[in-house]
């Protein structure tokens, strides 16, 4: 099998749309479910959201934001590029049942990853609104086609350039005061899908949120994705990754996220490599190195 | 010659060695066991506790004999053609230790076998848990390219339960599946603190290591946040891998664990390794709490020292000393307890597959049968724990049995 990049697009800084060749994964996929992706030999797995899929040209569609030293590398792929495996689908897909009004509400990159969902919510015949934030107009991406998704769509940007300025949860107050909402589905950072569940909590409304922890092989065989539900440790990437808003414990999910943001006192460990007894690198031991491998 | 699980002849190969050829006693331990150059290295080798040269001293070391021959002997016997077969489908999942042991067994049967992996390269444990200077990659490329020369065809990259399910195979005209998933999933402990950065489970280390890519300049360079001053919680195989592929990075690496250093469930000439490669060993000391920074980072470990107390009648139990509480200065903490069994649940969508408490399969202990018919389990998914030996040998038998059963 192999993996090819079939459009690249540029969705607003640093952000990136790749249509990528996979049939057997654009057969099987179903909203929410993700891929994980390894771009050559010895690179981090990336798990990413598949965002659409194209059947009769068998591609799948992942937005992504470049943040790290492996996204970075993904976005520096041009069309036709290969990539060595996307392993997938995986996680559980969403569940999409009709319920009545539902709210979408998503901030950032999250408003890709709620696409496809809101697309399914709505063909079963549920009536979607939806809240998308962005910090400034430049950084609102996937827009169109959520308004062609929701019945009604909000945006906000934290600097007034489009629209309403704002955060996302001062227009969730509004819609739950105007509506009766049966069920309000939540993509976005720990603070504001806290927050969003502390204000759903009051008023006895269903919430689910979209945790991104940090994953290594994606399978449920590290324990990196751990995320505290319920009281209990449960893996990110196999009982996710949607949960009950209520139950997860977003205090340690602050904290797993935090844990591979690297501080400036952080680096310089990684940068100087010492033994316990200090000595300096002899040449003998710099050619041993080399004759090793 | 009891001792090992596998039966391999050892005073044949070992006569063989005296006669001064490897060659001939490589072939004689190939007879049994198929993968010689892992088990020389990774062995626990149950075969020299029971050599009768232990009560009177130190016993043979068949390990080290198994080795030199795998690595001296193999020129005789191997470049063969692959070999393309034309039995039944049979589809193992998982190439661990287990799966690919019966998977070769059964090839040579003659059946068609397949072998499902989920990751990018065959191995499982001997690939992704264990590091490169206990089974080095070539060798591990070797052994695997061997199986694959039997007709075994491997597909990498493919997760059953996602990719496909358990009955989708029996579809594409499998007659039985093997499972063979392995024990991977790190249990998670009760000690506060532990989701903290810089908190690390032993499996999550050892991937993190072992998906480097080895470089000369890489090498000693982590791509992961990793302090200065390293903890490891453990006593087992994989709590003194961790330790020693820290120690690799240059930093300073503790082992702390609650018994004491002869109750360790691991063989004395590898902690022997490690002490000479200045792992420090903290026995009797059990952890009670990861202390953080303000960065919700890891900033010491509280621990406690434990010691052998009466508790009633000639009964000696661990207790804690009184007052010896201590922080023991680390920046960084690998967790390595124990496992649990891999996920099952997504593999069958209609939850006919039993599982017991603690989340092994159980299976029928004379067939090696599942719950599900024509569905086989073998390997630490149904033992949890244990050598990889073992392992091997648990693919082996059940391999002989599907064969019963197939010829039924």
Redesign the interface.
């Given at each position: 099998?192999n993996f090819k990049v079939t459009n690249k697009l540029t969705l607003a800084n640093n952000t990136k749309r790749l249509d990528i060749l996979a049939p057997?994964i654009a057969k099987?996929v179903k909203p929410g479910q993700f891929v994980s992706i390894?771009i050559g030999?010895?690179?981090?797995?990336i798990p990413l959201t598949v965002i659409d899929q194209d059947l009769k040209k068998g591609t799948i569609t992942i937005i992504f934001k470049e943040a790290g030293?492996s996204t970075k590398k993904l976005g520096e792929l041009s069309i036709n590029d290969d990539i060595?495996?996307?392993?997938?689908?995986?996680g559980r897909p969403s569940t999409i049942e009709k319920v009545g009004r539902i709210v979408c509400i998503t901030s950032g990159i999250g408003t890709a990853q709620i696409l496809p969902i809101c697309r399914a919510l709505k063909n079963v015949g549920n009536k979607v609104v939806g809240i998308v934030g962005a910090r400034t107009r430049r950084s609102m991406m996937v827009e169109a086609q959520m308004r062609l998704t929701c019945d009604k769509l909000f945006c906000t940007t934290e600097d007034g350039s489009y629209e309403r300025k704002g955060v996302v949860t001062d227009v969730l107050t509004e819609v739950l005061e105007r509506n009766e909402v049966n069920l309000i589905y939540c993509i976005g950072s720990a603070e504001m899908m806290e927050a969003v569940s502390q204000m759903s909590r009051d008023k006895k409304i269903k919430t689910i949120v979209h945790l991104n922890p940090i994953m290594?092989?994606c399978?449920?065989?590290?324990?990196?994705c751990?995320v505290?539900v319920d009281g209990k440790?449960v893996?990110g990437c196999?009982d996710g990754p949607e949960f009950d808003g209520h139950l997860v414990d977003f205090k340690?999910y602050k904290?797993?996220l935090?844990?591979?943001?690297?501080?400036e006192e952080?680096r310089k460990?990684?940068?100087q490599?010492?033994?316990?007894t200090n000595e300096t690198k002899t040449f003998k031991r710099f050619l041993s190195?080399?004759l090793r491998? | 010659m009891q001792g090992c699980p596998l039966g391999i002849n050892i005073p044949g190969f070992i006569r063989n060695l005296r006669e001064g050829d490897v060659g001939r006693a490589y072939e004689v331990i190939r007879e049994q066991n198929l993968f010689p150059s892992i088990c020389g290295r990774v062995c626990s080798a149950p075969c020299e506790v029971s050599c009768i040269l232990t009560d009177e001293g130190s016993p043979i070391g068949i390990r080290a004999l198994e080795r030199y021959c795998s690595d001296n002997g193999r020129s005789r016997s191997s470049r063969k053609d692959k070999i393309y077969r034309k039995g039944k489908k049979i589809a193992v999942v998982g190439s661990g230790p287990s799966g690919m042991s019966a998977a070769a067994q059964l090839a040579q049967k003659g059946y068609q076998v397949t072998i499902f992996e989920s990751l990018d390269a065959p191995g499982g444990v001997l690939r992704y848990g264990i590091p490169e200077f206990r089974i080095p990659k070539k060798i591990l490329d070797f052994e695997i390219n061997e199986i694959r020369n039997l007709g075994v065809d491997i597909q990498t990259n493919f997760f059953i339960g996602q990719n496909a399910s358990l009955e989708d195979l029996f579809e594409q005209g499998f007659v039985a599946v093997l499972l063979a998933t392995g024990a991977g999933t790190p249990k998670f402990v009760d000690l506060p603190g532990s989701n903290l950065g810089g908190v690390y489970y032993g499996e999550e280390f050892l991937m993190r290591v072992n998906l480097i890519k080895s470089t000369l300049f890489s090498r000693t360079t982590p791509n992961f946040v990793l302090g200065q001053r390293i903890a490891v919680i453990g006593s087992g195989n994989t709590a003194l891998d961790c330790a020693r592929a820290a120690k690799r990075f240059g930093r300073d690496v503790t082992l702390i664990f609650r018994r004491t250093e002869d109750d360790m469930r691991t063989r004395r000439d590898e902690r022997d390794f490690a002490k000479e490669e200045g792992v420090e060993f903290e026995p009797l000391v059990k952890p009670i709490e990861i202390l953080a920074d303000q960065n919700n980072f890891v900033d010491g470990l509280k621990c406690v020292r434990m010691d052998f107390a009466e508790s009633s009648k000639d009964q000696w139990e661990l207790a804690r000393v009184p007052d010896s509480e201590f922080v023991l200065e680390a920046d960084t903490v690998i967790i390595a307890v124990g496992h649990i069994p891999n996920f099952l649940k997504s593999m069958d969508a209609n939850n006919q597959l039993n599982l017991s408490s603690d989340g092994t399969i159980e299976v029928d202990p004379k067939t090696s049968q599942t719950s599900i018919p024509k569905v086989f389990a073998s390997g630490n998914v149904v033992t949890n724990a244990g050598p990889i030996v073992e392992a091997i040998a648990g693919g082996k038998q059940v391999a002989e049995r599907m064969d019963r059963y197939l010829k039924r």
């Open positions: 099998m057997a099987k390894v030999e010895g690179d981090e797995r030293d060595q495996t996307i392993l997938g689908p995986l290594v092989d399978m449920g065989m590290c324990g990196s751990r505290k440790y893996l196999i340690d904290i797993r935090n844990a591979f943001e690297e501080t952080w460990h990684r940068l490599p010492k033994t316990k190195g080399i491998n | -």
